[in-house]
């Protein structure tokens, strides 16, 4: 069982051998003139969706959980450091897509606050470039790829009226219980969505990470709710151990991603910061104790299997994989969420692409009519693709 980033790389070279095999059967059918309108347009929209194929992760956590370093250590430690913003308080202010397009420059796209005031989607949105304000990427200079990235953390300070008219401000029993702000200003993220067009190996190979804060950017952009985390092939809970589940981390979780019960094969809960227990004191029997304690109050809080919920901390994993400690990296328990998350996700990938090919193509074989292929035309260009 390799490392998810390691099972990731297979499956894409498993799917791009599975498009070779379906180009070829296209030729086969071309030379043996049995490719007609209809099946040559079948064939190019299976070739497209193979080159399409994404395989979307989805990060939730309210603020101070380390989601951001999370990613940072599954997907970005081979940079030696940390590229997405990963402090204390508040990172990641607005949902963040990172992905990779070869049509447009390495960049990162951002779409105002303002255009929540329009009441127009942000998928709809994406089809007007001139609505986004895009910031150039080096790819080739980590320090500044570090510094451009800090742009999902910029605020501003608003009166609570402009606040409240972007969803930001409400005067309901919580927020009279904080007081209002002395000087009338509240401050809200600047952008509404971001996405980091950055040509990493495994978003070229159609990995798509969505980065996407707690209860307050959940709760304001039904979008997330109604298409991004509902299509999300897997979706990433973070809570701290140190802080337990908070009220909040239970309304976003019951409100919008617990599912429906059979449903929940690709959903984790991650219980971070473990190396808060790691005082000198406790001996490493105690910090299991506790750390199984934790997990079992989780559990009966969320309604989640015991099996579902990981113990990590990203933050010494992240530190391990760049300094190749592996004592760390085992200490940190990274590697058992990578291993969870290759066990159920790459799988059931695979199983659904291999079996929506291998049904089309042997529908276009049925419909190529009474034409017999010799055992060797069958294994080479119908069957080898298909396997195991």
Aim: aromatic residues 6%; proline residues 6%; charged residues 25%.
């Amino acid at each position: 069982m390799g490392s998810l980033v390691e099972r990731f790389q297979d499956y894409s070279s498993w799917r791009a051998g599975v498009t070779l095999r379906v180009r070829a059967f296209r030729r086969w059918l071309e030379d043996n003139e049995l490719l007609d309108g209809q099946t040559e347009a079948r064939l190019t929209r299976l070739l497209e969706r193979l080159g399409d194929d994404k395989l979307t992760i989805a990060f939730v956590a309210e603020f101070s959980r380390g989601k951001s370093e999370l990613i940072n250590a599954i997907f970005f430690a081979d940079y030696g450091r940390r590229l997405l913003p990963s402090s204390t308080g508040r990172t990641t202010m607005c949902p963040t897509e990172l992905a990779w397009d070869p049509q447009f420059p390495p960049c990162i796209q951002l779409l105002p606050i303002e255009t929540r005031a329009a009441h127009v989607t942000i998928a709809e949105l994406k089809g007007f470039p001139e609505e986004w304000s895009a910031v150039p990427l080096d790819v080739n200079d980590p320090q500044g790829l570090v510094d451009a990235f800090q742009q999902v953390r910029v605020t501003r300070r608003v009166p609570i009226e402009e606040a409240k008219h972007y969803g930001f401000f409400t005067t309901g029993a919580a927020a009279r219980a904080a007081g209002l702000p002395a000087d009338g200003m509240v401050e809200i993220p600047c952008w509404r969505h971001a996405i980091i067009n950055f040509p990493h190996p495994l978003l070229e190979q159609g990995l798509v990470i969505l980065d996407t804060p707690g209860l307050n950017a959940i709760g304001n952009e039904p979008e997330l709710t109604l298409n991004l985390l509902p299509n999300a092939h897997a979706l990433l809970f973070v809570l701290s151990i140190d802080t337990g589940v908070s009220k909040s981390d239970v309304d976003v979780w019951r409100d919008h991603l617990a599912g429906t019960p059979g449903q929940d094969k690709a959903r984790f809960v991650v219980l971070n910061k473990i190396d808060s227990l790691w005082d000198g004191l406790r001996t490493d029997e105690e910090i299991d104790g506790e750390i199984g304690g934790q997990i079992g109050s989780v559990a009966a809080i969320l309604g989640v299997a015991p099996e579902r919920i990981v113990a990590v901390s990203a933050q010494k994993g992240l530190v391990a994989k760049i300094t190749d400690d592996g004592r760390l990296l085992a200490r940190s328990r990274l590697p058992d969420l990578e291993h969870a998350l290759s066990a159920q996700l790459i799988p059931s990938k695979h199983e659904l692409v291999r079996d929506a090919t291998r049904a089309e193509v042997m529908d276009l074989v049925g419909n190529a009519g009474d034409y017999k292929p010799s055992r060797e035309t069958k294994g080479v260009i119908l069957y080898s693709p298909f396997g195991e």
